[in-house]
Nanobody
């Protein structure tokens, strides 16, 4: 079993920055692709970024390119989501998830992810 815990959410003004963390624990925790997803009220959960097992491959949704960055630190079993130039439309619950695929790629399809964290709220408002 794998456990994921997100942290770092909060209230931030437009144009501000946040760094979200996803700490992974459990068996073979270094061998999963990790994705970040978000869900705004009344909307479906959407994939925003992901990173492969090794960290060599990343994938971004068009809506966040240039503003969001994903990285992973396998020694601490943590994946980070750096969010810059925040906009009100970025307001959502942000989730991290693990995909147990064996190839070194990642995808932004939530159906491929096996384990999910509980989410952390990000609110962008003045």
């Amino acid at each position: 079993q794998l456990q994921l815990v997100e942290s770092g959410g909060g209230l931030v003004q437009p144009g501000g920055s946040l760094r979200l963390s996803c700490t992974v624990s459990g068996l073979t925790r270094n061998y999963y692709a990790i994705g970040w997803f978000r869900q705004a009220p009344g909307k479906e959960r959407e994939g925003v970024l992901c990173i492969s097992r090794s960290g060599r491959t990343t994938r971004y949704a068009d809506s966040v390119k240039g503003r969001f960055t994903i990285s992973r630190e396998n020694t601490s079993n943590t994946v980070y989501l750096q969010i810059n130039s925040l906009k009100p439309e970025d307001t959502a619950v942000y989730y991290c998830a693990a995909d147990s695929r064996t190839d070194d790629v990642c995808v932004l399809n939530r159906l491929t992810y096996d384990y999910w964290g509980q989410g952390t709220q990000v609110t962008v408002s003045s």
